[in-house]
C-alpha cells in the first residue's frame, strides 16, 4: 500500500481545504510532519484512517466529533485519499455524519454520512469499473484489498509509539490492558466471563438442589417425628422406615384386642334386646286379644249389613237397566218426530211417510240413491266444463301476446348475424396487433439506444484522440517536471556546503563538523541552487504527475465508451439507423391503435352472441309455445260443445246438475233417518217391557219382599269396602296375636319379666370408642409408614441427583479457576493472558532484531512467563537482557532514549508480525509519531539508520517529531501551523 495524495476539507482542526501529496513528500522515502502542539499533526494521520475505514484510532474515535468547528456554514466536511494498493490506484472519498444550518429557516439538519470508490485504473480481475457509492461496500473492498481491518491497521501503518513506551513500564495488570487493546483479544475474556457465568449457574443450581435435599430430609424428620441428622444418608432413611413397620406391627395387635372386645359387647346387647322384644310381643298379644273381646256384638251388625248389602246387588244392577231403557225410549220417540219433520220440509207430505212401513222407507231412500248416482258423473263433467272455458279463454290471449313477441324478436334477428361476424373480423385484428406492440417498443428502445451511439461515434473518436494528446503531453511535461528536479536536487546538494556554511554565525557550531571556529567557510558557485528553487520544482513535478494520471484515466474512459458503442452499432450508419427507427414508430402508432379497441371489441362481440343467442332461443320458445296453444283450444272447443248438450238435459228444473243431484240425495237421507227412528221405538218399547219383569224377578229371588226392600239394603262400594276391612282387620289381629302366644319361643316368657339392656348398650359404647381409637392409631401408623417411604424415596432420589452435580460443578469450578489464573493454575495466568503472553512472546522476538541493531547489539528482549511476586498473575512480564553486563534487568531500568528505542522496535516488531499474520498488501507507507527527543546524537543516527533500512526496502517513512535536528537531518518536510481561522500545511517549512 502506498499514500499518493490526501485531501482533507473541513476536517479537524483544518478550516479550509488541504493538500498533502505524499508523492512529493515521499520522494527520497523519509518526510518530517511537525509543527505546534495541537496543531493538527495527528489529524492527518486520522485522516488517512478516516478516508479507508471510516474511523480514527484510539479514543478520538470515540468522540465522533470531525467536522471542524471553524469552517464555514456551506463547506462540505469531507477527506480524498488517492492510494495505490496491490498494483491498483483508486481514490476513496469519505464524508462524516455531522450536523449543519438549515438551508431554509432556523435550527440545524444531519449532513448523512458518504463514501466513494473510484478506480483510477482497471479494477481487480472479476470486479466493476464502475465507482462503489455504498459506505459497508467501500469498507469491504478497503479491508479486502489491503488484508486487515481497521485495528490491525492503525496498529502496523500508525505505529502507536506512546502506548508501547507505557507498557514497558508497566505492571502486569496495565500492561495485560495495552495488550488487550494492541490485539484485541476480547473474545478470550468472554470465555473467561462464560467460565465464572457458567460457573455461578452450576453453583446455584447446586444451591438449589442441596436445598431441595434438605427440604426433603425436613419434611422427612418431621414424618418420622425425629430431629434431622446433619448429613441424611440412606442408612437413616432405612432405620426411619424399619421404625415405621414396627409402630405399624404394634397398632395393629391394639386394634384386633379392642375390636374383639367391642364385637363380645355387641353379642350381650343383642341377647339381651332379643329377650326385651320377646316380653314386648307376649305383652302386646295378650292386650289385643281382650281388646277384641270387647267389640265382638258389633263386629256381627258389621256382617249382617255386608250380606244384606251383597243379595242386593243384582237388584240394583236390574233397576239401573230400567230406567236407561226408560230413557231411550223416550230419546227414540224424540228422533221420530224430528225425522217426520224434515221429510215434511223436503216436500213429502205427511200421508206419504206415516203409514209407509220401514221396509217401504228404505226401499223408496235407495231409489232416490240410485238416481243421484246416475248424475254423479256429469257433476264432474259440469266441473270441467268451466274449466275448459277458463282455459280457452287463457289459450286466446297467451296466443295473441305470442303473436305479437314473435314478429318483434324476428325484427331485432334481421341483419344480427352479420353484425356479429364482422365484429369478430375486427377483434382478431385487434389481438393481433396487440401482440405485436410489446415486440415493436422493445425494438424502438433498441433503434433509439444503436441511433444515440451512432451519432455519438465522431465526438467520442475526437475525445479518444484529445485523452491521447492530453495524455501525451502531460507524461512529456511531467518527464521534463521530473528531469528538472533531479538537475535541481543534483546542483544543490553540490552546493549543500556553501548553502551550511551561509548560515553559520562565528561561535556557533558546525552542523557537520562540531567545530565553532569556521577559517575556510565554503563559497557558493555560480549554478548554486537554493531551497526554494527545489521546493518549487518539487511542486512542479507533483503537479506534472497529478495531471499525467489524471489524463491516464480520461483517456481510459474514453477509450472505454468509445469501444463500448462502436460494438453496439455494429457496422450500421446513423442515416440507416434513422430511417429503420422512423418505420418502426410508425408501425407501432398503427398497431397502437388498433390494440387500444382490442377491449372494446371483445365486449362487443361477446354482447352480440350472447344477444343473438338470446333472441334465437326466445324466438323458439314462443313459436313451440304458440303451436301448442292453437293445437290444445281446438281439442277443448270440440269437447265443450259436446258436454254443453248432455248437462242441459241431466239439470231439468234446477240450476245445474249438482243442484238436482244434491237435492235427490238430502231425500234419501233423510227417508232413511225416519226409517232409522221408527226401528228404534220399537226396540225400546220391548226392551222397556223386558227390563221390569226382571227386576220383580231378581228381588224375590233375592230374598226381599218387594222390589224397595231390595233397593233400601243397596251400600255403596265404599262402604262395603269399610266393612269388609273392619271384619277383616278384627279377624286378622285376633289370629297374629294367637299365632304371637303360640310361637315355641315364647313359651314359658311371661308378660311381666323386667330386662336390662341399657347397662348393656353403654358397655357396648365404650368398647366402640376404644375399637376407634385403635383403629385411628393403625392408621396414623400406616400414614406416617407410608409417608416415610414416599419421603424416603424423594430424599434417595435427592440425593443420588445431587452427586452428579456436585462431580460436575467440582471439575468446572477447578477448570474455571485454571481458566481465570487461580486454583491448579501455577503459573497464575489466566487463558486471556496466556493469549497475550503468546502474542507477545511473537512480537518480542520480531522486535528482538529492530532492538539489536539501534543499540548496536546491547540490548535484547526477554519474555518471561512466570508468576507475579506475592501470588499476582504472571505470564506478561518483558525485560531487557544487557550484553554489557550480562544481566536481565527490567525495562524501568532504561533510559529515556533507551526506552524510545525499546519502544520504536516493540511497534515495529509489532508491524512485523501483524502484517505477516493477516496476509495483507505490501506496506510502503508507514508513520512513526514523537519520541526522538529523548535520544542522544549517536542513538539518533543508529535509529535514522534503521529508518533508512525501511526506507531502502521500499518504504515510505513518515515521522512526526517536535525534535529540531530531525529538521536539519530530514530535507523532505511538512510544516502543520495553526492559527485562529484554522490550521494550514507547508511544505519544506
Known sequence: MRLHRLEVCAFGPYAGREVVDFDVLGADGLFLLHGDTGAGKTTLLDAVAFALFGSVPGARGQVKRLRCDLAEADVHTEVVLELTIQSHRLRVVRSPEYERPKRRGEGVTTQQAKASLTWLTPPPEGGTAEAVTRIDEVGRVVERLLGMNAQQFFQ???????????????????????????????????????????????????????????????????????????????????????????????????????????????????????????????????????????????????????????????????AAGARASEGGLAQAVAEESEAEGVCATLGLRELDVLD????????????????????AGLVEQARRQDADLTRIAALDESATYDRERVAVLRSKLDGLPERVAELTRERERAVEAEAKLDGIAAREAELVELLADAEALPELGRSVDAAVAAENAAEADRLAAKETLLDLRGRRLAGMAAELAA?????????????????????????????????????????????????????????????AAARRVGDRSAAELAGELSGVRDERATLAEHAGRSAALAASVRAATEEEKSLRADRDSLERSLGESQTERALLAERVDDRARQLDEARGEFPDVAARRDHLLT????????????????????????????????????????????????????????????????????????GVLAEPELSGVCPDDEVDVSAAEQEAHRAREATDAAVAALHAAERTAREVTELGQSLEAALDALVPVEREYAELDALTDVVNGRGQNARRMSLRSYVLAARLEEVALAATARLRSMSQGRYSFVHSDAAGSRGTRGGLG???????????????????????????????????????????ALLDTLFVDEGFGTLDGET??????????????????????????????????????????????????
Open 156 to 318: 502496523v501503518v500508525l505505529l502507536p509509539q506512546g502506548e508501547f513506551a507505557r507498557f514497558l513500564r508497566a505492571d502486569t495488570t496495565e500492561r495485560e490492558k495495552l495488550l488487550e487493546r494492541l490485539f484485541g483479544t476480547e473474545r478470550f475474556a468472554v470465555a473467561e466471563q462464560w467460565f465464572r457465568e457458567e460457573r455461578l449457574a452450576r453453583k446455584t443450581e447446586l444451591d438449589r438442589q442441596r436445598a431441595d435435599a434438605r427440604d426433603w430430609q425436613t419434611r422427612l424428620a418431621q414424618a418420622a417425628a425425629v430431629e434431622p441428622p446433619e448429613e441424611p444418608d440412606r442408612e437413616w432413611v432405612s432405620r426411619l422406615r424399619q421404625s415405621a413397620d414396627a409402630g405399624i406391627a404394634a397398632a395393629r395387635d391394639d386394634e384386633r384386642s379392642a375390636r374383639a372386645a367391642w364385637e363380645d359387647a355387641q353379642a350381650v346387647v343383642r341377647e339381651r334386646e332379643v329377650a326385651a322384644e320377646r316380653v314386648r310381643r307376649v305383652r302386646s298379644a295378650r292386650a289385643r286379644l281382650a281388646e277384641l273381646e270387647r267389640t265382638a256384638a258389633e263386629r256381627s251388625r258389621w256382617a249382617d249389613e255386608l250380606e244384606a248389602a251383597r243379595r242386593a246387588v243384582a237388584v240394583s244392577e236390574l
Open 356 to 375: 209407509v212401513e220401514v221396509s217401504g222407507l228404505r226401499d223408496r231412500a235407495g231409489a232416490l240413491r240410485e238416481e243421484a248416482g246416475g248424475l
Open 503 to 563: 548560515r553559520l554565525d562565528e561561535g556557533d557550531p558546525c552542523p557537520v563538523c562540531g567545530s565553532a571556529s569556521h577559517p575556510a567557510p565554503a563559497i557558493a558557485t555560480a549554478d548554486a541552487v537554493g531551497e526554494e528553487a527545489e521546493r518549487a520544482a518539487a511542486e512542479r513535478e507533483t503537479e506534472a504527475e497529478r495531471v499525467c494520471e489524471r489524463a491516464r484515466a480520461a483517456c481510459f474512459e474514453a477509450r472505454q465508451k468509445r469501444d
Open 667 to 738: 231425500l234419501g237421507r233423510a227417508l232413511d233417518r225416519l226409517a232409522e227412528a221408527r226401528t228404534a221405538v220399537s226396540t225400546a218399547r220391548r226392551e222397556r217391557d223386558e227390563r221390569h219383569h226382571s227386576l220383580a224377578d231378581a228381588a224375590r229371588r233375592a230374598g226381599f219382599s218387594t222390589t224397595d226392600d231390595a233397593l233400601g239394603a243397596v251400600r255403596s262400594a265404599e262402604r262395603v269396602d269399610e266393612l269388609k276391612h273392619l271384619i277383616s282387620e278384627a279377624d286378622t289381629e285376633a289370629a297374629a296375636a294367637r
Open 878 to 920: 518483558l525485560d531487557v537482557l544487557d550484553d554489557y553486563s550480562g544481566m536481565v534487568r527490567p525495562a524501568k531500568t532504561l533510559s529515556g532514549g533507551e526506552s524510545f528505542l525499546a519502544s520504536l522496535a516493540l511497534a515495529l516488531g509489532l508491524a512485523d508480525v501483524v502484517a505477516a499474520e493477516t496476509g495483507g
Open 940 to 989: 539518533l543516527d543508529v535509529v535514522m539508520g534503521v529508518l533508512d533500512e525501511l526506507r531502502a526496502g521500499g518504504r515510505v517513512v513518515g515521522l512526526v517529531s517536535h525534535v529540531e535536528e530531525l529538521r536539519q537531518r530530514i530535507p523532505t518536510r511538512l510544516r502543520v501551523r495553526k492559527s485562529r481561522t484554522g490550521s494550514t500545511l507547508l511544505v519544506g517549512g
